[in-house]
């Protein structure tokens, strides 16, 4: 098997930030490179590049004033972005994962690890603001009765700073109705492998845009959460979570379980698939169904700092390894979610973003960006994608 090569600039991105990170880094270094990766770059001859093939991965190795020149870098190499956002509504999909902004694992707040920055959101923010954005509503289907503004202002997030750089900024929890009289249908066509449609929260109908902002991560029952796996959190709790009701807060058991629950019945779902009851085959399967129902329009993932091994801490599950702190180091973007994460796993030193069930990460799981692409929702050949900036190979960071 061969190992990584790490050139001059890996080396030095390594070292950027050596006090603060010295001891995870040495760790890291004495890590697991038996995974091959010598293929992990296939030839980039292939001819007929798709139009929304194209991912911008970039160095950005701390947060604060790094991350509004890094995520401009990024979107110029994409071609920019403000025929797509001027004068729209653009709807930011942020990834919470839990709703407690206390939980801080190996001395690192939950936003350098396993939830959004509100420095990522905030440069996102103000570069949208100055391309021409009408409206910018960030959301999230969090676990509990109050807004979303309240919510993350547990998490250091400066709601005025944030109602400042945009022309009209909007918060808004999804787990319910919230300020809406009815939930939106998503049909999904020619219906998809779980679900016809979805209902949710009208926030995600009433927009132009659609962003997916998330973690480089790992994730015990998906096998990564990148863009695509933070879209399952859009489906609300009072319809698909364990409660029913406008105040329901509980966890979405039924879709990991698809049972068929005596109180209520999840709406848009395929009859025959109630009772299948492997989460391994539904939560890949419906991730695929929520980004042809919902499709992004752009994808950001935030590999600056976050976690491998899991989504949150202490998920080591199914024979992976205990979740750690990790240093990527860079942000990664693109106009197609299915190519995005593909590369994204590249860069997570997954070989093969096509891998079957039974591979790893897939070990348990099915692929849900296999199963995106086969959906006709975009394209994870790497050999088909137009890596801009640095190299997948200047960029993998073996999680």
Wanted: include cysteine.
């Amino acid at each position: 098997m061969s190992c990584p090569k790490y050139n001059r600039r890996k080396f030095l991105k390594l070292g950027a930030g050596a006090m603060a990170l010295t001891p995870y880094m040495m760790n890291r270094l004495q890590g697991d490179f038996t995974r091959p990766l010598a293929n992990l770059v296939k030839s980039q001859s292939t001819a007929g590049h798709l139009k929304n093939a194209n991912v911008a991965i970039v160095p950005c190795y701390n947060y604060g004033a790094e991350v509004h020149p890094a995520m401009k870098q990024m979107f110029d190499l994409l071609g920019g972005i403000k025929n797509l956002v001027s004068n729209k509504t653009v709807t930011v999909k942020l990834n919470m994962t839990t709703a407690d902004w206390t939980n801080k694992f190996q001395g690192h707040y939950a936003g350098e690890t396993f939830m959004s920055h509100p420095d990522t959101a905030l440069a996102l923010l103000t570069l949208l603001t100055a391309a021409g954005a009408r409206r910018v509503r960030f959301v999230e289907s969090s676990p509990l009765r109050e807004k979303l503004d309240s919510i993350l202002s547990r998490g250091d997030w400066n709601i005025r700073e944030f109602k400042a750089a945009g022309k009209k900024v909007e918060f808004e929890n999804t787990r319910n109705l919230g300020s809406n009289k009815r939930y939106s249908e998503f049909k999904i066509d020619q219906g998809g492998y779980i679900f016809n449609s979805l209902q949710l929260n009208q926030a995600y109908e009433d927009t132009d845009v659609m962003i997916s902002l998330c973690k480089l991560k790992d994730h015990i029952t998906a096998g990564v959460t990148l863009s695509m796996k933070n879209m399952f959190g859009i489906t609300p709790n009072s319809l698909y979570g364990r409660e029913s009701g406008e105040r329901a807060i509980g966890h979405r058991a039924p879709l990991h379980a698809l049972t068929e629950y005596d109180h209520y019945e999840l709406p848009g779902i395929k009859k025959d698939q109630r009772q299948y009851g492997d989460p391994g085959y539904s939560v890949p399967n419906i991730i695929a169904d929520i980004a042809a129902a919902r499709p992004i329009h752009i994808s950001i993932i935030d590999g600056i700092t976050s976690v491998s091994g899991g989504e949150i801490p202490n998920t080591a599950k199914n024979g992976r390894p205990q979740v750690q702190f990790t240093a990527p180091g860079v942000l990664i973007g693109g106009f197609n979610p299915v190519s995005t994460d593909a590369v994204g796993m590249a860069v997570m030193g997954y070989d093969d973003p096509r891998a079957e069930r039974g591979s790893w990460p897939f070990e348990k799981c099915d692929n849900h960006i296999l199963l995106a692409e086969q959906a006709g929702l975009g394209i994870a050949d790497l050999a088909q994608i137009d890596v801009r900036g640095m190299t997948i190979n200047e960029a993998v960071y073996p999680y």
